[in-house]
């Protein structure tokens, strides 16, 4: 089973398990060293979207979609809405490109194992992580993703220590053209379609609980609009540019907060409220309430998008790829 320590070393050497294996050579970021039969992972949150964080500095350790949906089991693993594996991007192939931006490459997973393009929550728990293992200062960062480079800027710690918030520049929205309709307990409602380097149909409802359990994906057509899947969010006015949402994630199902699909909600409810910094020339901002808290996403003239919030680390700990193998075979 996984089991904590108090003070571990980075990313341990590790010989090949049951889809997982790897071993990483440099200098250590913690204090101790960790055995070469066990892997060093740790436990953040934003908004409590969480994840399990695998420090993996050359790429040497290969996940599974087995391996990882394991990890995320919350009664049989670790648990978590995903995986976030660090990579400096040179080691890497996806971002070997983009290494002279952003040294590091955040390699995202679902809790099912599948690969997705990019978790906004998962930027600023990277870039918490990154911070919190002393690989970088607080104040700007770049993070490469599967849908490119992403700017972070990491606040100071407050005087009492607190972390302080991280913002992420999301990119700009790209609004598809099209009708698409999202239908979740025998009633069909009108939904926008807005990528952020990952899909998501938006739709806005009175309550939100007519969300449904969103234990099941809800139903999105026309199906060729997202051949790979897509984030469904459900949105309800809370006040003047403040409103909630419910999201079912594709690959996680319904999670206590969804980055990319709080910009996502923003984008369309500007759009919906006739506001649009292109053509007035003025940033829009809105607050955004997820299950987990609360995210600011605001939108500028050139069509950038920034999220603000929380991001922590909460736990550290090690396990044993001999687990993971047995469990797994």
């Given at each position: 089973m996984a089991r904590?320590?108090?003070?571990?070393?980075?990313?341990?050497?590790?010989?090949?398990?049951?889809?997982?294996?790897?071993?990483?050579?440099?200098?250590?970021?913690?204090?101790r060293t960790v055995s070469t039969?066990?892997?060093?992972?740790?436990?953040?949150?934003?908004?409590?979207?969480?994840?399990?964080?695998?420090?993996?500095?050359?790429?040497?350790?290969e996940l599974s979609p087995a391996a990882v949906a394991r990890l995320c089991d919350r009664r049989a693993g670790i648990g978590a809405d995903g995986v976030l594996r660090v990579v400096r991007s040179a080691a890497h192939p996806e971002a070997r490109a983009m290494a002279g931006e952003a040294e590091w490459f955040m390699d995202y997973r679902n809790s099912d194992g599948s690969i997705a393009e990019m978790c906004g929550n998962g930027v600023r728990v990277f870039a918490r992580y990154l911070?919190?293992?002393g690989l970088v200062e607080a104040g700007d960062l770049a993070v490469a993703t599967r849908a490119g480079i992403r700017q972070a800027h990491i606040a100071k710690d407050g005087p009492d220590g607190t972390p302080g918030g991280i913002t992420v520049g999301m990119g700009r929205a790209v609004l598809p053209e099209g009708e698409v309709t999202v239908t979740v307990g025998g009633r069909t409602r009108?939904?926008?379609?807005?990528?952020?380097g990952n899909p998501h149909a938006v739709t806005f409802v009175d309550h939100l609980d007519d969300a449904g359990d969103l234990y099941t994906a809800p139903g999105v057509a026309p199906a060729e609009t997202y051949p790979d899947g897509t984030n469904v969010e459900f949105v309800a006015?809370?006040?003047p540019r403040h409103v909630a949402m419910r999201v079912h994630e594709r690959g996680s199902g319904e999670t206590r907060s969804c980055g990319t699909g709080a910009c996502a909600v923003m984008v369309a409810t500007a759009r919906r409220d006739g506001l649009d910094p292109a053509v007035t020339g003025l940033p829009v901002t809105y607050t955004v309430?997820?299950?987990?808290?609360?995210?600011?996403?605001?939108?500028?003239?050139d069509g950038?998008?920034?999220?603000?919030?929380?991001?922590?680390?909460?736990?550290?700990?090690?396990?044993?790829?001999?687990?993971?193998?047995?469990?797994?075979?």
């Open positions: 904590g320590t108090a003070a571990l070393s980075g990313p341990a050497a590790v010989r090949q398990a049951g889809g997982l294996a790897g071993e990483t050579a440099g200098p250590s970021p913690y204090h039969t066990q892997i060093a992972f740790l436990k953040g949150h934003g908004t409590e979207n969480d994840f399990v964080i695998i420090p993996d500095y050359d790429g040497r350790i911070r919190h293992a009108p939904a926008r379609n807005v990528n952020m006015d809370r006040g309430d997820i299950p987990g808290g609360r995210l600011v996403i605001s939108e500028a003239p950038t998008v920034e999220m603000t919030g929380p991001a922590v680390i909460v736990a550290e700990g090690v396990f044993d790829p001999s687990w993971l193998a047995a469990a797994l075979a």
